[in-house]
DNA sequence: GCTGCGATAATTTGATCAAATTTCTTGAAC
DNA sequence: GTTCAAGAAATTTGATCAAATTATCGCAGC
């Protein structure tokens, strides 16, 4: 029963949880986190919440503030610039070496996970729909067989993460036309350099909403 | 005053000589990382050593080995492969944007800088050359104000840290043409562009020692 | 406005527990 | 009698925790 989640160390579980809600938005940009704080809501011990801490903070999802304070980083319109660079050289040759490797299997799961989207989207649940597009993404990228590449993407999904939020207010007045569907079919087709094309709109698409919401002031 | 020193944590010196041992090619790759070990080596305290290892490992410069070990990772070539490719995409960008940046006053020290690697040359002074190496390219990265690209970079080089002594091992046999003075000519210029081309060269240039290195069994 | 005091939180240590690896032993088969 | 292998003890190393220490911040008093 509880055997077997003494096999997974509790360092990981904590730092899989904190990185979640780094990752999909449930910590406000500028909130500071604490290791007491953590200590009493993850209910953890002191060191895997201080190990948890300090790994996200190497991969950029949390920023230290000078007086050994650790907060969630702001966005910035140097930060969107920077991370929108990365995110588009990065992900479209992530994509492109992927399509190398596809089975019909892999794209029937890429398929369903779409459809778990679009499902989120039609039922206007957000986390569902952030949690589904994070798979469809990593699930294809993962299929690149490049480790090096992948955790810098995942790296900069983790900056990206805390702005989502002011991005799902914007839901209801904005429209998502779905590059996901061109990216099956490209995969389908076998055309790598359409699947590229694809994600590299999908990605931009998603930059431009972080990008106007910046603007309005909203973060 | 001189209590600076009790200033600056000890998780951060011992991270910070850890990762030096290993962006200065100090680490054999395939080399043990212990906490014990680095406790007694480095003697600092468990919590220290575990953090810096954490801290590390999350940049990409350890590696877990699956039961909760972690080692100085092996270069393969399709590890080099994504590094070049990152680093040919981050570090010309990097360059570029730092060419707005530069002052007479920060051209000045980075000329020193490369007066600082000529002279390790000409001395085989081999630490001595792949500091100031570093310190010229990380002081010129960082001029471009994009602290999320010079993360990516600082990754990067981490990675590429424990092949260099095995690139070492192969100074008296290849001839290292300075790529430097292009680079300082292009900046008292002012051409970003030409910055951008003499950085791309010199990359390439180190990728293929490396390359060449694993080509022959050396690594 | 500056200084010292108290509260809060981070840092660090050392001890203890758990897991994994290595070594040693034992027994059976040839 | 020798060899090989399975298993158990011992050693090494990692994981976790709780207590003691130290730094920082806010606030009162001068």
Redesign the interface.
Known sequence: MDGDSRKI?THEVTYARLRDMILFGHLAPGAAVTIQGLVVDLGAGM?PV??AI???????ALEPQGN?RVSVPRMSA??LE??A??RL??EP?LSEMAAKNLTPELIGLLQSLDNQVDQAIRAGDVPGYLEANHAFHFCLYEAS?????V??AR?MWL?FGPSLRVVCARFGRVSLPDRHLEALAAMRAGDGTALRAAIERDIAQGIEQVQAALAQGEI
């Not at 300090?54 to 950029?60: I, M």
């Not at 067989?145 to 590449?149: C, D, G, K, N, S």
Request: charged share 30%.
């Open positions: 160390p060191t201080r190990e300090r790994r996200l903070t190497a991969e950029g050994r140097g930060m920077q991370v660079f990365a050289t990065i040759k067989a490049a480790p090096v590449l955790d810098m790296s900056r």
